[in-house]
């Protein structure tokens, strides 16, 4: 019976010993697996902003389209002022000029001899048929550049 009871205390001891290593490979499997669930949450969750990321980026790119749209409709209304803008200063300087040879045509301008008899300067003492052009000075350009180029702002 000694006998009996030291193998049953021996296999006591085995299956014991057998069990508590199944418990720790079964702990070590546990741990395993929670990691392994931990790491598939973190993936969802990084799935998730990415589809976020992506609709935002979707509303963005939206956004952006509309924009360049306007943009080129701006454009395209600023290159109509600006070829109206060009033909009435095109009309203007045509209506100047009618204006200018229409004057010309009007009078004829005479230039008299002032010069007492005996002179030595040389003039010509006739009746001037053809236009006299004035230059603009630079100042009058300036200026009426910078009038063309308030215009230009103000329908802008």
């Known amino acids: 019976m000694k006998t009996n009871i030291q193998d049953l205390k021996e296999a006591a001891r085995d299956a014991r010993r057998a069990a508590e290593s199944k418990r720790e490979e079964t702990m070590e499997q546990l741990q ?3 990691g392994y669930l931990r790491i598939l949450n973190a993936t969802e969750e990084l799935l998730s902003e990415i589809d976020g990321l992506k609709d ?3 509303r963005r790119q939206t956004e952006i389209d509309d924009l360049s749209e306007q943009l080129e409709q701006k454009q395209a209304e600023i290159d109509h002022l600006h070829r109206q803008l060009l033909e009435a200063e095109n009309q203007q300087l045509e209506a100047e000029n009618q204006q200018l040879e229409v004057k010309a ?3 004829p301008l005479e230039i008299h001899n002032y010069f007492e008899a ?3 300067s040389q003039v010509f003492n006739d009746k001037v048929t053809s236009k006299f052009a004035r230059q603009q000075k630079k100042d009058k350009k300036k ?3 910078k009038k063309w180029k308030r215009i230009i702002r103000k329908v802008s």
């Open 56 to 58: 935002e980026s979707e």
């Open 32 to 34: 395993q697996l929670e």
């Open 143 to 145: 200026k009426e550049q």
């Open 118 to 120: 005996g002179s030595s």
């Open 105 to 107: 045509h009007a009078k």
